[in-house]
């Protein structure tokens, strides 16, 4: 993985270079309002687990790069002219934030500073660059922590995520010591497991964060290009989650779990996303779409529900 996340990333870093910053629009719950968020994704020298080998489902790293400071001040001058004063503003680098190999110190308070007016500012890191939080005094801070999955099995043999379940939650605790909001994102259906046990694994992992993250955010898995997880897909012993799946799992995470549920479906009602038969994937994606804004989702019902509990029992016999 390493070897292939260094040729694509040589392949595509000219391309990355002449890009400027995606930025896009949508809808965020902030004190249980209803408000337009600022979202928008930085060019830089990436995800310094990405590096070392990666997550077997991460394909971002092909938008990273060598970037020097004076690179980043160009496309943060670029985002914020237009920035219009979104109450919540995303920001993301395809790696961490708080790495100061990635973002140095300095550079961090610069992109907060710019954007220190909202309500909420929401910045992503892995558990390990999390004792560098203590410099942003900032209150309006959320912290994003992808932890994938609470069973140590599946961090190392599925995602190979790169550290242990201990090691999340002590940093967990961390952002919390600091006065930082935690959003914890749980991937549905990781490799390697199959549609009923990434159910199981999905609520598990809500029950072992319940009592710390302020919002839970469900990613599906999508498959990105150049990645282990595609070769598995191409050759058809792997599939993405069933709409189904994602349902049922938001349904019960709500019955145990108080704070704020999210779930973000990249490429969904696709092959390389989350989906059902084909007929019911836009309602499907409509409710779960509504459901991350007013945390309620009315039932869907389509005869692929049939074939779905099917696959449940039969999955492993059939890849």
């Given at each position: 993985m390493e070897k292939l996340n260094k040729v694509v990333k040589e392949l595509r870093k000219y391309e990355a270079k002449r890009g400027k910053p995606r930025i896009w629009k949508e809808k965020e719950i902030l004190n249980n309002e209803i408000v337009d968020s600022f979202a928008f994704i930085l060019h830089t020298s990436g995800c310094a687990w990405a590096k070392q080998g990666g997550c077997t489902m991460c394909g971002y790293f092909k938008e990273s790069y060598d970037v020097s400071e004076e690179e980043i001040i160009e496309q943060i001058d670029f985002v914020f002219a237009n920035y219009r004063g979104e109450k919540v503003v995303k920001i993301y680098t395809s790696g961490s934030f708080l790495d100061e190999n990635e973002l140095p110190a300095e550079m961090?308070?610069?992109?907060?500073?710019?954007?220190?007016?909202?309500?909420?500012?929401?910045?992503?890191?892995?558990p390990e660059f999390i004792e560098n939080l203590e410099y942003l005094k900032q209150k309006n801070i959320e912290v994003a922590m992808?932890?994938?999955?609470?069973n140590d099995k599946v961090l190392e043999y599925s995602i190979n995520k790169g550290f242990k379940f201990w090691q999340w939650r002590k940093a967990a605790e961390k952002?919390?010591?600091?006065?930082?909001?935690?959003?914890?994102?749980?991937?549905?259906?990781?490799?390697?497991?199959?549609?009923k046990d990434a159910i199981k694994d999905a609520i598990y992992?809500?029950?072992?964060?319940?009592?710390?993250?302020?919002?839970?955010?469900?990613?599906?898995?999508?498959?990105?290009?150049k990645t282990l997880l595609e070769l598995l897909w191409k050759k058809s012993i792997y599939r993405p989650p069933w709409l189904w799946s994602v349902a049922e799992i938001i349904k019960e995470s709500k019955e145990i779990y108080d704070g704020t549920i999210r779930c973000d479906i990249m490429a969904g009602g696709t092959p390389?996303?989350?989906?059902?038969?084909?007929?019911c994937d836009e309602a499907f994606l409509k409710e779960i779409k509504n459901f991350s804004l007013n945390q309620k989702m009315e039932e869907v019902s389509c005869d692929c529900r049939e074939e779905w509990l099917d696959w449940l029992e039969l999955e492993r016999f059939l890849i």
């Open positions: 961090q308070n610069y992109i907060i500073n710019k954007f220190d007016g909202a309500g909420k500012i929401v910045i992503e890191s892995r992808g932890l994938e999955s609470a952002a919390k010591e600091y006065g930082k909001s935690l959003r914890a994102y749980i991937l549905i259906k990781p490799p390697f497991l199959t549609e992992s809500v029950e072992k964060i319940r009592d710390i993250a302020d919002i839970i955010s469900f990613n599906p898995v999508a498959i990105h290009s390389r996303g989350a989906h059902n038969c084909g007929r």
